[in-house]
């Protein structure tokens, strides 16, 4: 059993940064991924940024070069620093972690979420 927990949401004007942190325990195996997946209200998961625990990273396109994905293998942490925060990132924020080599969406362990409002 794994339990995931992320942190770090907030109302943030456009251009700002967020930095959201989430933290897995349990009996996590290994390699693993972790990831923030974002989801606005009607819409469908989306994939923001995801790590192996290889170092292996992947960004959603629309974030790419903006936002960067770190994680701390020891604590099973994973950051994900925002910078640029444009209006669309607007959303619930969900942490995973899927014991394998990639995150999905319909896979592996989710937190309950942190809201990410962006203003103009």
């Known amino acids: 059993q794994v339990q995931v927990v992320e942190s770090g949401g907030g109302l943030v004007q456009a251009g700002g940064s967020l930095r959201l942190s989430c933290s897995a325990s349990?009996?996590?195996?290994?390699?693993?991924?972790m990831g923030w997946y974002r989801q606005a209200p009607g819409k469908q998961r989306e994939l923001v940024a995801s790590?192996?625990?290889?170092?292996?990273?992947r960004y959603g396109e629309a974030v790419e070069g903006r936002f960067t994905i770190s994680r701390d293998n020891d604590k099973n942490t994973v950051y994900l620093q925002m910078t640029s925060l444009k209006l669309e990132g607007t959303g619930v924020y969900y942490c995973t972690l899927n014991e394998g080599m990639a995150v999905a969406r319909n896979r592996g362990y989710w937190g309950q979420g942190t809201q990410v409002t962006v203003s103009s």
């Open positions: 790590i192996s625990s290889g170092g292996k990273k």
């Open positions: 349990g009996s996590i195996l290994s390699p693993n991924a």
